[in-house]
């Protein structure tokens, strides 16, 4: 069976940043996440979704 949950460090190391940037983002409500009682944590298939989105929006203001 395929985890497809990540860590803060895991989320960290799949978008290039540092983990400070993940507690950040995850504060200001940036980036998607859930949290299991105190533990955060990120559905791939749904940062992956969020990239997508903020690729887009990108886009459109560049044009």
């Known amino acids: 069976m395929n985890r497809r949950t990540m860590t803060v460090l895991e989320a960290a190391e799949y978008l290039g940043v ?10 200001t409500k940036e980036i998607p996440h859930f949290r299991l ?5 990120f559905s791939q298939e749904t940062i992956d979704a969020w ?6 929006k ?4 560049v044009i």
């Open 18 to 27: 540092c983990k400070d940037t993940i507690y950040t983002m995850v504060r």
């Open 37 to 41: 009682r105190r533990r955060i944590f």
């Open 51 to 56: 990239i997508h989105d903020q690729e887009l």
């Open 58 to 61: 990108q886009e459109s203001q």
